[in-house]
C-alpha cells in the first residue's frame, strides 16, 4: 500500500479528504493525518510517505516550510510527491513553492474528480520511479569518488591552472588513456519540464550504453547535474544516441566534443560539449549536437527594454496579432539558431519582471489559473527547446491578454456592479462580503473586485462600511435607540464594532454625533425665533 500523508490544521478537511479516497481507492493507501506542519515532519521521519498532500497556511511549520524540510530530509531517496491545498489568497506562498517542484495544485473547496486525478498522476510518477529505482545499484569506490570529484572541480574553473596539469593527470589516471577520447555532456527533460532524478538517469545511461563496442572511461554528474561521458570513439557515442531516440529517453539532448588526445584537451572537450549541449536548445528538433555543427553566435545584441515595455502595454487590447509579431522582435526569432543563449535567457527574465510579474501586481494575485501557466514558463530551463518555451510563453501572454481584457470589460460594462450597488444598499444590514455580492450578480471574484473598485472609486469592505454608517447616522437621528440596537440594524456584530468604523469614518463617536447634531439643531430654533 501507498504510504500517504494530509497535513491541514482544520479537522474536518482532514477527515474529508481521507473519507473520499478511501472510498474512491480502497485499499490503495495507508493514510495518516498530521494537524500542522511539525505534527508532519514527526511522523514523516518515523515513517516516510510516497505522497504528502498539505495545506499551506497553518500554525507552527507551515506547508512550505514543510515541503522545504521534507525534501533535504528525503535525500538521497526519492522525495515524496507533494499535492498543494491553496486558498484565492495564496498566490504569493504557492509561487514560492514552484522551485520544490509541487506536483499540483487544488483550490478549496476540494473538488473530487480534481483530487483523484491529481492522485491518478502522482501514482504513475511513482511508477516510473519504482521501475529506474529497480536497476540503481550505487558500487563506487573511494577511489573512482576521488578521481570524480577532482574533475568536477577541474570543470568548473574559467581556465586550467597550467601547473597543476601534470598532477592532475596522474590523480584521474589519465596516462591509462591510450586512445583518442570525446567528451559528451547529456541532460533530460520530460516533456512536461519535469527532470528525472539525476543519480537514475546517470545508472539509466550508463547501463544503456553497455551493449556499445567503444570503450566509457568514466561518467559522472557535473557541477550543474549534467551527465558527462568521457570515451571513445565519437561515431560510437552518436549512433547510441541515435537507437535511444526510440526508448523512454525521448527527452534526452546531448552535445558531443571534438576528439582530444591530450590531459590538456580534456578540460576543452569538456567545455565544447557543454556549449553543444547549450547550443541544441535552440534547434527544435536537434537532440545531439556535435561542436563543430555550431555556427557564430551574435553576442552584441542590445537588450530590447522598450520593445518589452510595448509588449506590456498591449496587453489587454484587440492586438493579438501585433503581440505575437513583437515578441518575435524581442527574441529574434528570424535570426535563430544564431542568437546567442545568454542573451535569450537574459530576455526571458525581463518578461518575467517587466510583463508577467507587473500583470500579477496591478490585476490581482488571485489568477490561480494563470500562475499555473507562469511557474514552468518563468523559467526557460523547464523547456526542451526554445521552440517549446517560446509557445508556451506565446501562448500564456494571450491568457494574460484574455484575462486583461476580461477585467476591462467588466469595467466598461457598469450593469453588474450598478446591481452590486443597489444589492448593498438593499442588503447592507445582513452578513455580507464580497464573496456574496460576486455570486450575486454572476461576476468572477477576482473580476469583481477590480471592476467594483474602478466604478465606485472604492474597494468593497471601505464601501460597505460607508453605506452601513450613512444608515446608521439616519437612525442616531431618529429616537433614542441604543448603540448596540443601532449597529445591529446597519449589519456590524456589536455596538464595539460600530463604533469604531463610525469613528474610523467620522472622526467622532456615534455619540458624540448625536449631541452634536441635535445640538446644533436646537442653536438654529433658537435664531429662528429671534
Keep these: 500500500m501507498r504510504k500517504l500523508l494530509i497535513v491541514d490544521d482544520e479537522k474536518n478537511i482532514r477527515l474529508g479528504l481521507k473519507t473520499m479516497i478511501e472510498r474512491e481507492f480502497p485499499e490503495r493507501y495507508d493514510i495518516r493525518t498530521a494537524i500542522h506542519g511539525e505534527d508532519a515532519l514527526t511522523q514523516y521521519n518515523s515513517e516516510r510517505a510516497d505522497i504528502v498532500i498539505t495545506d499551506i497556511r497553518m500554525p507552527v511549520i507551515d506547508g512550505i516550510e514543510l515541503i522545504k524540510r521534507l525534501t533535504k530530509e528525503a535525500e538521497p531517496e526519492p522525495k515524496p510527491i507533494f499535492i498543494i491545498l491553496s486558498g484565492y489568497?495564496?498566490?504569493?506562498?504557492?509561487?514560492?513553492?514552484?522551485?520544490?517542484?509541487?506536483?499540483?495544485?487544488?483550490?478549496?473547496?476540494?473538488?473530487?474528480?480534481?483530487?483523484?486525478?491529481?492522485?491518478?498522476?502522482?501514482?504513475?510518477?511513482l511508477q516510473a520511479q519504482a521501475e529506474l529505482a529497480e536497476r540503481v545499484a550505487v558500487s563506487d569506490t573511494y577511489r573512482e569518488e576521488l578521481r570524480i570529484n577532482l574533475l568536477k572541480e577541474w570543470f568548473r574553473q574559467d581556465k586550467p591552472a597550467a601547473d597543476s596539469i601534470s598532477d592532475l593527470a596522474s590523480k584521474i589516471g589519465f596516462e591509462q588513456m591510450t586512445s583518442p577520447f570525446t567528451v559528451a555532456v547529456?541532460?533530460?527533460?520530460?516533456?512536461?519540464?519535469?527532470?528525472?532524478?539525476?543519480?537514475?538517469?546517470?545508472?539509466?545511461?550508463?547501463?544503456?550504453?553497455?551493449?556499445?563496442?567503444?570503450?566509457?572511461?568514466?561518467?559522472?554528474?557535473?557541477?550543474?547535474?549534467?551527465?558527462?561521458?568521457?570515451?571513445?570513439?565519437?561515431?560510437?557515442?552518436?549512433?547510441?544516441?541515435?537507437?535511444?531516440?526510440?526508448?523512454?529517453l525521448d527527452g534526452l539532448r546531448m552535445g558531443v566534443s571534438s576528439e582530444g588526445n591530450k590531459i590538456e584537451d580534456l578540460f576543452h572537450c569538456y567545455k565544447q560539449a557543454s556549449e553543444a549541449l547549450q547550443s541544441s536548445f535552440l534547434?527544435?528538433?536537434?537532440?545531439?549536437?556535435?561542436?563543430?555543427?555550431?555556427?557564430?553566435?551574435?553576442?552584441?545584441?542590445?537588450?530590447?527594454?522598450?520593445?518589452?515595455?510595448?509588449?506590456?502595454?498591449?496587453?489587454?487590447?484587440?492586438?493579438?496579432?501585433?503581440?505575437?509579431?513583437?515578441?518575435?522582435?524581442?527574441?529574434?526569432?528570424?535570426?535563430?539558431?544564431?542568437?546567442?543563449?545568454?542573451?535569450?535567457?537574459?530576455v526571458g527574465k525581463r518578461m518575467n519582471e517587466q510583463v508577467l510579474d507587473e500583470v500579477f501586481r496591478i490585476y490581482g494575485e488571485e489568477s490561480i489559473e494563470v500562475l499555473k501557466l507562469y511557474r514552468k514558463v518563468g523559467n526557460m530551463d523547464n523547456f526542451r527547446s526554445f521552440h517549446d518555451y517560446y509557445r508556451s510563453l506565446e501562448l500564456l501572454l494571450?491568457?494574460?491578454?484574455?484575462?486583461?481584457?476580461?477585467?476591462?470589460?467588466?469595467?466598461?460594462?457598469?450593469?453588474?456592479?450598478?446591481?452590486?450597488?443597489?444589492?448593498?444598499?438593499?442588503?447592507?444590514?445582513?452578513?455580507?462580503?464580497?464573496?456574496?455580492?460576486?455570486?450575486?450578480?454572476?461576476?468572477?471574484?477576482?473580476?469583481?473586485?477590480?471592476?467594483?473598485?474602478?466604478?465606485?472609486?472604492?474597494?468593497?469592505?471601505?464601501?460597505?462600511?460607508?453605506?452601513?454608517?450613512?444608515?446608521?447616522?439616519?437612525?442616531?437621528?431618529?429616537?433614542?435607540?441604543?448603540?448596540?440596537?443601532?449597529?445591529?440594524?446597519?449589519?456590524?456584530?456589536?455596538?464595539?464594532?460600530?463604533?469604531?468604523?463610525?469613528?474610523?469614518?467620522?472622526?467622532?463617536?456615534?455619540?458624540?454625533?448625536?449631541?452634536?447634531?441635535?445640538?446644533?439643531?436646537?442653536?438654529?430654533?433658537?435664531?429662528?425665533?429671534?
Design 283 to 346: 534547434y527544435s528538433n536537434c537532440r545531439m549536437l556535435r561542436h563543430e555543427d555550431i555556427r557564430e553566435k551574435r553576442r552584441d545584441l542590445k537588450l530590447p527594454d522598450e520593445e518589452i515595455r510595448k509588449l506590456g502595454n498591449m496587453l489587454g487590447t484587440d492586438r493579438e496579432r501585433e503581440v505575437q509579431e513583437l515578441l518575435k522582435q524581442i527574441f529574434r526569432t528570424e535570426d535563430l539558431p544564431d542568437v546567442d543563449i545568454h542573451y535569450l535567457k537574459l
Design 398 to 530: 494571450l491568457s494574460v491578454n484574455d484575462y486583461i481584457r476580461g477585467i476591462r470589460s467588466a469595467y466598461s460594462e457598469h450593469s453588474e456592479i450598478k446591481s452590486a450597488v443597489a444589492y448593498i444598499e438593499e442588503n447592507y444590514y445582513k452578513a455580507l462580503n464580497m464573496a456574496v455580492v460576486s455570486n450575486y450578480v454572476g461576476l468572477n471574484y477576482s473580476y469583481f473586485s477590480e471592476a467594483f473598485k474602478a466604478h465606485t472609486g472604492e474597494s468593497f469592505v471601505l464601501f460597505l462600511k460607508k453605506v452601513r454608517i450613512r444608515k446608521g447616522k439616519e437612525l442616531l437621528l431618529e429616537g433614542n435607540q441604543k448603540m448596540q440596537e443601532i449597529g445591529g440594524a446597519v449589519g456590524f456584530e456589536n455596538s464595539k464594532q460600530f463604533s469604531r468604523v463610525f469613528k474610523e469614518l467620522e472622526g467622532i463617536s456615534p455619540q458624540e454625533y448625536r449631541i452634536k447634531v441635535r445640538s446644533d439643531a436646537g442653536q438654529g430654533q433658537v435664531s429662528n425665533r429671534e
Design 89 to 125: 489568497d495564496d498566490f504569493a506562498y504557492a509561487k514560492a513553492a514552484i522551485k520544490y517542484q509541487v506536483k499540483d495544485y487544488l483550490l478549496k473547496p476540494i473538488r473530487r474528480d480534481e483530487l483523484f486525478e491529481s492522485l491518478r498522476k502522482s501514482e504513475i510518477t
Design 186 to 248: 547529456l541532460n533530460y527533460k520530460s516533456e512536461s519540464g519535469d527532470s528525472m532524478n539525476k543519480d537514475e538517469f546517470k545508472l539509466l545511461v550508463e547501463r544503456m550504453l553497455q551493449p556499445i563496442n567503444g570503450v566509457l572511461d568514466i561518467s559522472f554528474l557535473d557541477s550543474e547535474s549534467k551527465l558527462v561521458l568521457i570515451g571513445s570513439p565519437a561515431w560510437q557515442f552518436e549512433e547510441w544516441f541515435r537507437q535511444a531516440g526510440g526508448r523512454e
